[in-house]
């Protein structure tokens, strides 16, 4: 039963992590710095937040298939639609998992990947996050309408569509030149 609980929690712990890792890899882009947060300490943050998300991720995944209430296999973690629980939902979180991966695995590889590549597998964690928030929405049943983790849940939404809507602008200023 434990399980059930941690799988939860840290389903929920991640989506905050993950959104804030959004919210910080666009600060970076947009070249946000200031005299007591330098970019280089932006960068570091959210490169340390990312992997503390991926701790969690670790923690969900691996909580949510050794449950046992719901039959949930190893594969039906990276594999979208092959599960018998909720084939759909737990798709869109396989498929948030992937996108995650291969983040992590560009990420790791950064200096032998030309950056061009790089920044091109990059771009997929703006599919990676909403896909992770519908899984959450439509796999979650009674706890995702839950008065404070829909609070919490549509505060990660408000939060990243403000910092997407702040790129939008950054990159059509036209005194800038887009740092894509």
């Known amino acids: 039963m434990w399980t059930w609980y941690a799988s939860r929690a840290a389903g929920l712990v991640v989506l905050v992590l993950l959104t804030t890792t959004l919210l910080l890899g666009i600060s970076g882009v947009a070249r946000a710095a200031t005299t007591r947060w330098p970019r280089f300490a932006l960068g570091r943050l959210h490169r340390n937040v990312s992997l503390l998300a991926i701790v969690f991720l670790a923690v969900h995944v691996?909580?949510?298939?050794?449950?046992?209430?719901?039959?949930?296999?190893?594969?039906?973690?990276v594999l979208p639609l092959t599960s018998a629980y909720?084939?759909?939902?737990?798709?869109?979180?396989?498929?948030?998992?992937?996108?995650?991966?291969?983040?992590?695995?560009?990420?790791?590889?950064?200096?032998?990947?030309?950056?061009?590549?790089?920044?091109?597998?990059?771009?997929?964690?703006?599919?990676c996050w909403p896909l992770a928030v519908a899984h959450g929405l439509g796999i979650g049943g009674a706890d995702s309408t839950t008065g404070?983790?829909?609070?919490?849940?549509?505060?990660?939404?408000?939060?990243?569509?403000?910092?997407?809507?702040?790129?939008?602008?950054?990159?059509?200023?036209?005194?800038?030149?887009?740092?894509?």
């Open 62 to 77: 691996a909580t949510a298939v050794l449950d046992g209430y719901v039959p949930i296999r190893w594969l039906d973690v």
């Open 148 to 180: 404070w983790v829909l609070v919490l849940t549509l505060g990660c939404v408000a939060a990243a569509t403000a910092g997407l809507l702040w790129r939008a602008l950054i990159w059509s200023d036209d005194s800038r030149e887009p740092t894509r």
């Open 86 to 127: 909720e084939p759909f939902w737990l798709g869109l979180g396989a498929v948030a998992f992937d996108l995650l991966a291969a983040l992590v695995v560009t990420s790791l590889l950064r200096a032998r990947l030309g950056l061009r590549t790089w920044k091109a597998v990059h771009m997929t964690a703006y599919a």
